[in-house]
């Protein structure tokens, strides 16, 4: 069974910083690439960032491009999101979701539960 | 970026009934590449069609899409109330990938 289980979330001050962790089980890991999508509270589902099979490629959004980065580690079936100089826009439960293919086509055939992420003061 | 316009906001039917759902996108989606997911209160989202119509694995055949350019629908041919859920369009054809508000489907 395809597994995926979102860590890490929790409050940060603006300007802070927090590392989201994906691990996933229950698949060939290095084969699919690896995203994350997240929801602001009222708001619509945004695609955040993606990183290819190899984690030789990565693709980000504009809203958090320079300031977040990701990274997977295949030999423990996990991927990262760091994220610096955080924002009250990025208030959000972070959800980790597997592509359908190795790159990034964009679509998304499993999801985690999600993890929030506060930034406040 | 590619802007999807769904409707309705909601939809209320009862069980057995035909529910159709619409999305519309600010622009041609490129390949048809539109998906549509699920969204159940503390469930993961899922994902119901892929390109347009082709169903995601485990799909009963009651879910259904069809559209191409600008217009798509989704169908559920027979609501049953585990249906009760928020369904997101998605389309995948040009970056960045851009979602739906969502649609509310409830089942009374």
């Known amino acids: 069974e395809v597994q995926l289980l979102e860590s890490g979330g929790g409050l940060v001050q603006p300007g802070g910083s927090l590392r989201l962790s994906c691990t996933a089980s229950?698949?060939?890991?290095?084969?699919?690439?690896i995203n994350w999508v997240r929801q602001a509270p009222g708001k619509g589902l945004e695609w955040v960032s993606a990183?290819?099979?190899?984690?030789?490629?990565?693709w980000y959004g504009d809203s958090v491009k320079g300031r977040f980065t990701i990274s997977r580690d295949n030999s423990r079936n996990t991927v990262y999101l760091q994220m610096n100089s955080l924002r009250a826009e990025d208030t959000a439960i972070y959800y980790c979701?597997?592509?359908?293919?190795?790159?990034?086509?964009?679509?998304?055939?499993?999801w985690g539960q999600g993890t929030l992420v506060t930034v406040s003061s | 970026e590619i802007v999807l316009t769904q409707s309705p906001g909601t939809l209320v039917l009862p069980p057995g009934e035909r529910a159709t759902l619409s999305c519309r996108s600010s622009?041609?989606?490129?390949?048809?590449?539109v998906a549509w997911y699920q969204r159940t209160p503390g469930q993961a989202p899922r994902l119901l069609i892929y390109?347009?119509?082709r169903r995601a694995t485990g799909i009963p055949d009651r879910f259904s899409g069809s559209g191409s350019g600008t217009d798509f629908n989704f169908t559920i041919s027979r609501l049953e109330p585990e249906d009760s859920a928020v369904y997101y369009c998605?389309?995948?054809?040009?970056?960045?990938?851009?979602f739906g508000q969502g649609t509310k489907v409830e089942i009374k």
């Open positions: 979701a597997r592509d359908l293919s190795r790159y990034n086509s964009g679509c998304f055939d499993f």
């Open positions: 229950g698949f060939t890991f290095s084969s699919y690439a």
């Open positions: 990183i290819g099979g190899s984690g030789a490629d990565t």
């Open positions: 622009q041609s989606v490129s390949g048809n590449y």
């Open positions: 390109g347009a119509s």
């Open positions: 998605q389309q995948y054809g040009t970056s960045p990938w851009t």
